[in-house]
């Protein structure tokens, strides 16, 4: 079946640093959505990607989808502490059943 | 005004137990669906719903059974509630499958001891 990871599982960054986390499908998607989760709360719909090659920026957030529409990124430049949480991506093919990624803990050291 | 809401938060019950969860939505959206994530924080979906009609039924035992009695209510009720059910069971719509972003519920956090 459809699988979606992403790297790194965990990072921890210095308050300013940058952090990227990259997510990788089995199968080609038809869009890629992004989700943050904070700690105990519920994931929150970030953007969406739908065309090959689409780069989308919301302030110090970039997100890109790959020429192939196999893969994706998620960059945040100068990284804040109200930026920690678990990030997923979640990608949709064929079915219109989305897949979750596996998620990336991001936690940021003041 | 909340858009996606659960009840309860939190749900403490023994094994073999049965209990429900109710979800229900504001927004107007079309499709609900009850996602588990687990401890290492993976979300898996289990069921969706369209407008009543039941549209993905993942591979979840046959103690799970979801309920729509209208497109803005979905609920899931377990039977014999086993250990390893114990996770957190989030809510969500959106307003057409495959197209649009979700809209989570806090969740409930199931603690089956």
């Known amino acids: 079946g459809q699988q979606v990871m992403q790297i790194p599982q965990y990072q921890h960054v210095q308050e300013g640093e940058d952090f990227t986390t990259y997510c990788n499908s089995s199968?080609?998607?038809?869009?890629i959505q992004w989700y943050k989760q904070r700690p105990g709360g519920h994931p929150v719909f970030l953007i969406q990607?739908?065309?090959?090659?689409e780069v989308k920026k919301q302030k110090r957030l970039t997100f890109q989808f790959g020429e192939a529409k196999k893969n994706s990124s998620l960059h945040i430049t100068a990284t804040q502490t109200t930026d920690v949480g678990t990030y997923f991506c979640?990608?949709?093919?064929?079915?219109?059943?989305?897949?979750f990624g596996t998620g990336t803990r991001l936690k940021v050291l003041a | 005004d909340t858009a996606v809401s659960q009840t309860p938060k939190y749900l403490v019950t023994q094994m073999g137990n049965d209990k429900s969860i109710k979800c229900e939505q504001n927004?107007?959206?079309?499709?609900m669906y009850w996602y588990k994530q687990d401890s290492k924080k993976f979300l898996k979906i289990m069921f969706s719903?369209?407008?009543?009609?039941?549209?993905i039924n993942e591979t979840v035992p046959n103690r799970f059974s979801p309920k729509s009695p209208d497109k803005a209510h979905l609920n899931l009720h377990i039977n014999s509630l086993e250990l390893g059910d114990s996770a957190v069971y989030f809510c969500?719509?959106?307003?057409?499958?495959?197209?649009?972003?979700?809209?989570f519920g806090s969740g409930t956090r199931l603690t089956v001891v």
């Open positions: 979640a990608g949709v093919s064929g079915t219109y059943k989305y897949i």
């Open positions: 199968t080609t998607l038809s869009n």
């Open positions: 990607l739908v065309k090959s090659g």
């Open positions: 927004l107007g959206h079309d499709t």
């Open positions: 719903y369209n407008n009543k009609e039941l549209i």
């Open positions: 969500a719509s959106n307003q057409q499958q495959g197209t649009y972003g979700y809209t």
